[in-house]
């Protein structure tokens, strides 16, 4: 059915639409996406100093971006590490932070 639909769609509009599939409020289809469970881990903030990159200068102003993005990246490996046995215990790797 969902193939003669997007043959019909393209043969009249020039590209097949998409066929979204999923769960409804009261009925077993819909368009409401299917539940599955979600975990949200929340770790410490990083302090911040405001800083005008103008008053700074750039040079200044980069190397503390660069700064707050190690201490960003190792608090998040530190985050994964300390919940990975919990929340994903069968898990396949590793994070690999890029960037």
């Known amino acids: 059915m969902t193939a003669k ?3 019909l769609s393209h043969k009249y509009w020039g590209t097949s639409q998409p066929v979204f599939r999923g769960s409804g ?3 077993d289809s819909g368009l409401l996406p299917f539940r ?3 975990t ?3 770790g ?3 302090p911040v100093t405001q800083m005008d990159p103008k008053q700074v200068g750039q040079a ?3 190397a ?3 700064e707050l993005h190690a ?3 190792a608090a998040l490996q530190q985050l994964f590490d300390d919940w990975k046995d919990k929340l994903a215990p069968n898990r396949k790797g590793e994070v690999v932070i890029v960037g």
């Open 60 to 62: 200044v102003f980069d």
């Open 25 to 27: 409020v009261f009925t």
């Open 71 to 73: 201490k960003y990246c």
């Open 64 to 66: 503390a971006v660069e």
């Open 5 to 7: 639909l997007q043959r």
């Open 40 to 42: 949200t881990v929340v």
């Open 44 to 46: 410490s903030p990083i």
């Open 36 to 38: 599955k469970p979600l």
